[in-house]
């Protein structure tokens, strides 16, 4: 029998729709590790241009693109400053010391944002005690405050004191995609205030594989070499990019209703007695709620529900609901429905 519980675990875990695997069907393929995949080389070109950049690099993974975004672009030893609820430092295995031998200073601040000042006191000054600060990381959406996108004109400020301080700018758009759909601009228009950029077709894109890292020539020939000697080289990789482009095309413009469904989700759940959720704090597709100690933990309240929902809890009392491609309004409300009845 079919599995028909409402899976908000994550934005990660959507199949490839029927017209999705016909598009990968058709791909013409070939090696992309000896460069001549034509429909990798289609992505490449589609990403850079979209995003305003010299280039692009298909990789496995949105771990990859960050790993090689920040490894390109910094040198054993130096530091990197980010918000310090950050997935490249809280989700990524530890790759930026591992492989990258980086430091790093953890800003403060509401939303995955961080001031000018915050920014600017934490860069160090030349002096041989200290490491070089290199590169900071912006990460928009922000996943662990509730999806959150970074308004243009601080990601623009942010940037533009970051190069006057002399750093890289990286910016995490594993949710890129979400950002520009909640605040109304073109990919570009962040794309503008980052050196190199991370995006995921593999979230709300609803891809089954794959991210690419964005940047200029220079740095993605660096790149490059990086995602072979990571492993991150694929061959008939063309399979994987025609999903991302057929995802570009058809799956981009629909995350508004993601979004409206979060939101959906939020208002509902903010009338359930004991549990405490913000419409006003749910601007993409995550809804992140709390549960009152009274009707137990978070990880309690997430094996009740477990036959008919799928969430993932992210603190002792707080629960993260992930809206996709597969998430109706029908689902959102039988979601609803059956938390409340599972507090009840
Ligand atoms: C998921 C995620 C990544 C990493 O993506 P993977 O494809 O799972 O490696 C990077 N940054 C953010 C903010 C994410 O949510």
Redesign the pocket.
Known sequence: MADTRIDLRSD?VTQPTQAMREAMLAAPLGDDVLGDDPTVQRLEEAVATLLGKQESLFVP??????ALGILSQSRPGEELICHER???VD??AGGYAALGGLTTRLLPGDDGRFSLEALTSAVRIDDPHFPVSRLVVV?N???RSGGTPWPLAEAASVAEQARRLGLCVHM?G??LWNACSAVGCEPAEYAKHADTL?V?F??GLGCPVG?ALAGDSETMHRARRLRKMLGGGMRQSGVLAAAALYALKHHRHRLTNDHRRARRLAEQLRDIAGISADPARTPTNMVYFDVDPSLGRASDLCDRVSDEVLMFPTAAQTIRAVVHLHIDDASIDRAATAISAAVA
């Open positions: 990660t993974s949105g771990t990859m693109a960050n950050s997935h490249v989700w990524e990460e959406t922000h996943n995490d594993a949710r991370a995921c593999s979230k991210s």
